[in-house]
């Protein structure tokens, strides 16, 4: 039986440590234009995952959102929107309508991504990797709703989640931001 914990123990550690070797930079994705984006390409920079909605009661943090990203980014923090049509149809747009909607709106100038599920049976392999221990290595945090923040390192790992009624400006998001990690 000793055995048995033992042998188990050791595939929970090394499973562990697989996940933790995957980072962001693994990922490729598709930019709200239709053209491949590479994750790879922000390795060095601290990145704010976001999934965004159109026509939410969180869709004001946009505001938010691009001043932070114009007082700290682009050279050392970006932030990345994904649009997602997953809670109550707050995204119904086509990604041409999406990019106009945040470009008059709120003159958006993060890199926004092609429109994707972030829960659920499709989930994109992305948002998987952000939401699930197993693969992150780190937390499980499932989205609540659109605007759920993932803090990702200066080497893409996975440090923390900000949720949907966080603002992008708390204190929270802030800290993590300009500390030094």
């Avoid at 809670?87 to 990604?95: L, V």
């Avoid at 989205?143 to 996975?158: A, E, P, R, V, Y």
């Amino acid at each position: 039986m000793k055995k048995f914990f033992l042998l188990v123990s050791i595939l929970a550690m090394t499973l562990t440590t697989f996940a933790q070797e995957k980072t962001i930079y693994d990922f490729k994705v598709t930019d709200i234009d239709g053209k491949p984006f590479d994750m790879a390409s922000l390795k060095g920079k601290k990145v704010l995952i976001v999934n965004t909605a159109s026509k939410c009661g969180f869709t004001p943090q946009y505001k938010q959102l691009e001043a932070i990203y114009k007082k700290y980014g682009p050279d050392k923090f970006v932030i990345v929107g994904f649009p997602a049509n997953n809670f109550m149809h707050q995204e119904p747009g086509t990604n041409s309508q999406i990019k106009t909607f945040c470009t008059e709106n709120y003159d958006v100038t993060f890199p926004m991504m092609s429109k994707i599920s972030v829960k659920g049976d499709d989930i994109a392999p992305l948002y998987q990797w952000l939401t699930e221990k197993s693969q992150n290595g780190v937390m499980d945090a499932p989205i609540k709703w659109n605007f759920q923040k993932f803090m990702i390192d200066k080497t893409g790992h996975l440090v923390g989640v900000a949720w949907p009624q966080d603002k992008p400006d708390s204190k929270k998001i802030i800290s993590w931001i300009e500390s030094k990690n």
